[in-house]
């Protein structure tokens, strides 16, 4: 294809395949007798109908590959009333289609702000008012640092700690949010991620313990969709609050926020709201109001979109990497991708290669793949 580089804008959709059950998703194009194709994967429990399928295929083909943003919107009128996660598995093979035509990486493509994206670890210890749970996720912090991890996420409580709580369970939860701070430098980033099952009083007493012990971030306070609460608690707090937005309608739960000021940071999931195209749509409306925009590695494809993105965007802090054997097979997609993300040092550094970065197991797919939508 490298003859044809020049001319990428020359292509045409030729056809859209979507391997069920095992969600790989293919869109081929072609121009001057080559041919291309772009790839991507959905979970395979969250594959849209066939019906779904077919409009998205008349959307496609025959259409110029170059007229990207026209081709979103059809898309997106032909996945309506679907699972977001369908749109962005085609949505993501077209951006795999797109940068190898170009013949570059997703992350060049996009913007190309850096070709190292910094990691924090997810914990898996709950910091709770359990004093081995709490121990163990200062251990696990200290540990992260050790290994050259930029960053640690905190677990959240898993006892309510609201105003009806014992004042005994209250103390020890908040001393545990302390105690993963004297694990590590003073520094050293600490997010936590919160959802307590109390409610705003609790949030508010959580949050009031992560300004005193200087943490990084105060992952979905609150659950639900509640802009004013989130307003008045990231108000009366000095860590900044994180929201996450999904659905169809999350690029206006994101305008909300920023509008309001009801969070101080965003974060997408890219299968939640539909790909990598409105995933960026956020990342930049958020850029224009000095907020970050976190993208959540859980895209279903390793996480390689969500590296990709966070290679070309500025105003995005870590990638998130769950540790152990769930976290590995997520990253390979059960065994699809044969060449996961590895992080070293710290850091994911992005390759070099076309296209979003995706290796996949070919013979895998066509093993599992009992018809195609």
């Known amino acids: 294809m490298a003859g044809d580089r020049a001319a990428p804008a020359a292509l045409t959709i030729t056809g859209l395949q979507v391997h069920a059950p095992v969600g790989a998703v293919r869109i081929g194009a072609g121009g001057a007798g080559e041919g291309i194709e772009g790839e991507a994967l959905i979970s395979p429990d969250r594959l849209p109908p066939a019906a779904t399928v077919e409009r998205m295929r008349a959307a496609l083909v025959g259409r110029p590959l170059a007229d990207r943003e026209r081709i979103r919107r059809d898309l997106r009128a032909a996945a309506a009333g679907s699972d977001p996660a369908g749109l962005a598995g085609a949505d993501i093979a077209l951006w795999d289609l797109w940068s190898k035509a170009l013949g570059l990486p997703l992350y060049r493509v996009i913007g190309g702000f850096r070709t190292r994206v910094p990691v924090c670890l997810a914990g898996e210890a709950a910091c709770d008012s359990r004093d081995a749970a709490a121990e163990a996720s200062a251990a696990e912090a200290a540990g992260a640092e050790r290994d050259g991890y930029r960053g640690y996420r905190v677990a959240g409580a898993a006892t309510a700690i609201g105003a009806q709580a014992p004042a005994a369970v209250r103390k020890r939860v908040l001393a545990a949010v302390r105690a993963v701070r004297e694990a590590v430098a003073p520094d050293y980033p600490l997010l936590y991620r919160g959802a307590p099952a109390g409610g705003g009083l ?97 895209d279903g494809n390793g996480g390689l979109a969500a590296a990709g993105i966070m290679g070309a965007v500025r105003n995005a802090m870590f990638l998130l990497w769950e540790p152990g054997g769930r976290g590995d097979r997520a990253r390979a997609a059960g065994g699809l991708i044969r060449a996961p993300l590895v992080v070293q040092a710290g850091h994911v550094t992005l390759s070099a290669e076309p296209g979003v970065g995706l290796h996949l197991d070919c013979d895998r797919i066509d093993a599992g793949t009992e018809r195609l939508l």
């Open 202 to 298: 609790e949030a508010l007493a959580i949050g009031r313990a992560l300004d005193q012990a200087g943490y990084t971030w105060f992952e979905d306070p609150l659950p639900g969709a509640d802009g004013e609460a989130l307003r008045r608690l990231a108000a009366d707090l000095d860590t900044p609050v994180l929201a996450t937005v999904s659905g169809p309608g999350a690029g206006r739960q994101a305008a909300g926020h920023l509008a309001r000021q009801s969070a101080d940071l965003i974060r997408v999931r890219v299968p939640a709201v539909g790909g990598i195209t409105a995933a960026l749509k956020i990342a930049r409306a958020a850029e224009a109001f000095g907020v970050n925009c976190e993208i959540d590695p859980d």
